[in-house]
């Protein structure tokens, strides 16, 4: 018997960006939440130690920036203590919050220059935004802490998440007279509630997932980025988190996403930067979409 071995593709640049998926627990109960969180959600089995490894390990192995998501990333009850080690570390933190309710200890933190927010926005139509998120009151919320944010000099990343992209230049002027300069545009995303399939496949992924990039979830599982969460690579509680990032199963994840990638003008998934002031690959932020082929 012929056995034939795995040659990979030459390895990815160094991980720069790592997602910390702290919980599944949110308010909302988005009718496109790519991982499926809510309410009712929890904050799976990664300890404050564990998160805390995770982030020093990040640090040493040359990661610059951390994007605290979820779920609602605020909810998590040592995700202030978990940015707060990031920011210790020299990374720059990014929290990506629904911005429904921004207690006192979060403007706090997020006055850092290191530290920046980002958040989606469904529509200058409330109804059509409420409509998105399943919470009447949620677009109001949502535009106050905007808002302050603005006021408090807090560094603002938003982006329009669209079905149909409609109203997307109305939306978008409503943000920059509020005083928003990055502003994205994205799609909803094949996965979780967004997913009318049974199955999750390579096909919604921009392809440039595990390129410099990747994430670790609330159980500890590392994969190729948040939205390849079903391809996991290893898992932090368990293995040293730069021979995960360098390991053979991040390559094959790596290219099985390559492979799938279609070959259009889709831009890549909510939004997420390539380097801590990186505007250049993330959903609306030109001039890159971050195509696997660039």
């Known amino acids: 018997m012929t056995i034939t071995e795995y040659t990979p593709t030459p390895a990815a640049p ?11 627990k949110c308010q909302l109960a988005c009718s496109h939440c790519y991982n499926s ?27 610059e920036l951390v ?3 979820g779920g609602e990333p605020t909810l998590h009850p040592d995700a202030l203590d978990i940015a707060r080690r990031a920011l210790a570390a020299d990374l720059h933190v990014e929290v990506y919050s629904n911005l429904i309710k921004v207690a006192d200890a979060w403007w706090e933190l997020l006055a850092h220059p290191r530290a920046s927010v980002a958040t989606s926005y469904y529509s200058h139509i ?6 998105m998120t399943g919470r009447p009151a949620s677009h109001r919320h949502t535009r106050a802490n905007i808002i302050s944010a603005i006021e408090q000099g807090v560094r603002l990343r938003v982006s329009i998440i669209t079905t149909d992209r409609t109203d997307v230049e109305a939306t978008r002027t409503e943000l920059e007279t509020l005083g928003v300069t ?7 995303r094949p996965y979780g509630r967004g997913n009318p399939a049974p199955e999750p496949d390579c096909s919604g992924l921009c392809g440039a997932c595990g390129d410099g990039r990747a994430s670790v979830g609330p159980d500890g599982t590392v994969s190729p980025c948040i939205m390849s969460a079903w391809m996991g690579v290893g898992n932090a509680q368990d293995e040293p988190l730069a ?31 390539c380097g801590p002031d990186s505007d250049s690959c993330k959903p609306g932020g030109p001039p890159s979409w971050c195509g696997p082929r660039r």
């Open 14 to 24: 160094a991980v720069r960006m790592l997602w910390l998926d702290l919980t599944r």
């Open 37 to 63: 969180s809510g309410p009712t959600g929890d904050h799976g089995t990664m300890t404050r130690e564990h998160w805390f490894a995770v982030v020093d390990q990040a640090a040493t192995a040359g990661v």
């Open 67 to 69: 994007q605290l998501i």
């Open 126 to 131: 409330p109804d059509r935004h409420n409509t």
């Open 182 to 188: 990055r502003i994205g545009v994205d799609h909803v």
């Open 243 to 273: 021979g995960i990032l360098a390991g053979v199963p991040m390559t094959r994840a790596r290219d099985t996403i390559t492979a799938a990638k279609k070959d259009d003008s889709d831009p890549p998934p909510n939004p997420i930067p």
